[in-house]
């Protein structure tokens, strides 16, 4: 690329559940010069992610060491990467990271599991953003809250979700009384990643995101910031003595954390003066690099999604939205209400039922005798890889029901509307004429049935929503999903070009930080990118789906009140 000695150019680092993303991008024009991806080694580990994690409870842990690893290589990869032009006119840097995803550290601010000895155990790790262990506190947190004089939960819709952070340490610090001893603080992923690069992680010092600390830690500025200690001393001693150990003053994105340290420089190739901002929800940065406007749902669709809204205080006012994951003044963009809600399983229900038709084929393969240890690994890979693609060009020649199926889209539980993650999926109307692109075409729909009773809670709640725009994995590689979504919602879906479109976010609020834009938005104005393509509704869809909906609201209720005997 030609070399223009005025650009200016930030880092956005995306950390997902399986991998660290991240982008240069030149600040004054919104190009992407470069990208890279590194995955967690740990994770993808086989054995050892069976330490870490264990599905039948819920539990979904991931070591620091994946973290640091990753974005090492990453970053240090993509600097190598581009001319040196380039490199010197770096100017700015920002994390996003999954949330609720924190971690216990001692009194540095160091996560346990990087001492030796919790090296291997995952109390010690950082507990994952789709981690559900923590049901019965989270439980115990809600019923404290309705009694309580203040309710702290009022901001966080009302219900206080397993998902999230006070739920979580409460539940590792019963569970293991070791991890108790010796814990003297916690941190989210976002807030850490950026202390450890800026050499500071120091409970009390650390400048913590306001994204994650009001949707996610009950933070709100009415009450003084995070709950009280008489609160929390009510669920467990040890929590009034995190609180003591945590900076409760909280920071929108654009602030500035730091400047690079010299050690984290050096490892990354760059200069201490690149200024680093303060850390991100993923999804809030998504939002964000997408392009989102007041009123604009902008839908982060992956492993689960996000939905974000942003509206003005004046028309907010006083308004307390219930049954969804937060409200907070500049979570998403300064200024303004950032609103979220979600579905906790999306791409991750149909990761299930392909690894549920993998599962006999992975044995069989691996019996047989007519294949060497080569060719059985690369049939599994082949099949691994084509289950999806080749039931979805099946589902598309389907009409919408088909079989009469109807499927509920609750297989990790329900993050919105009220969160409740005791609840499960179900399928129902199979027969024997029931095929495997049938109940597939089902989940999908059910996936979409989902996101539209999001979409009808927040209007029945007074928030309009006038476009949708959708970016993740999801939308850039299933135009199934996608009109069939449109159709369920019955509205037109813009999806974003960028296929890192958090990192891109986050690069926006580096771009603020530095001081290259004076502020979010103008950043999105110089960075944001064209659409690539639009779901319009199919009209004959529309009507036949609007049936459907009852009918998976009908077997809603009937698991709500199932899950309750």
Known sequence: MQYNNIDKYVIGVDFGTDSCRAIIVNACTGVEVAQTVSHYTRWDGGNKNALYCDASKCQYRQHPLDYIESMENAVTNLVKGVS???????????FDTTSSTPVLTDINGTPLALSPEFQDNPNAMFILWKDHSAIKEADEINKLA???PIDYTSYSGGIYSSEWVWAKVLHVVREDNDIQRKAYSWVEHCDWITGLVVGNTNPYLMKRSRCAAAHKAMWHESWGGLPSEEFLSQLDPSLARFRRSINEQTYTGDNKAGNLSKEWAEKFGLSTEVSVSVGLVDAHAGAVGAGIEPYTLTRIIGT???????????????????????????SVIPGYIGLEAGQSAFGDIYAWYKNTLLWPAERIIAKTKHLDKNQKELLVNSFNESIIAELSEAAVSLTPGAGS?????????????????????????????TTAPMIFRALVEATAFGSKAIV????????????????GGIPLKSPLV????????????KVTKSDQTCALGAAMFAAVASGICEDVE??????????????IPNTKNVAVYDSLYKEYQRLGSFINDRSEL
Request: aromatic letters at 4%; a negative charge; one cysteine or more.
């Open 522 to 535: 103008k950043a999105q104005k110089a960075m944001t990118q064209e659409y690539l393509t639009e779901y």
């Open 456 to 471: 009808d809670h927040f209007i029945n709640s007074g928030i309009a929503i006038k476009s949708v725009l959708a970016i």
């Open 84 to 94: 040196q032009g380039v490199r010197s006119c770096i100017k700015g840097l920002s």
């Open 146 to 148: 309705r009694i309580s």
């Open 304 to 330: 689960s999604t996000c939905d974000i809204l942003i509206a003005s205080k004046e028309e907010i006012g006083d308004m307390l939205i219930p049954g969804i994951c937060g409200q907070a003044d500049g």
């Open 405 to 433: 199926l109807i499927a509920l889209d609750w297989l990790n539980g329900r993050r919105s509307p009220d969160a409740d993650f005791s609840v499960q999926g179900a399928i129902i109307g199979m027969n024997l004429s």
């Open 482 to 493: 996608m009109q069939i979504m449109a159709d369920v919602l019955n509205v037109t879906i």
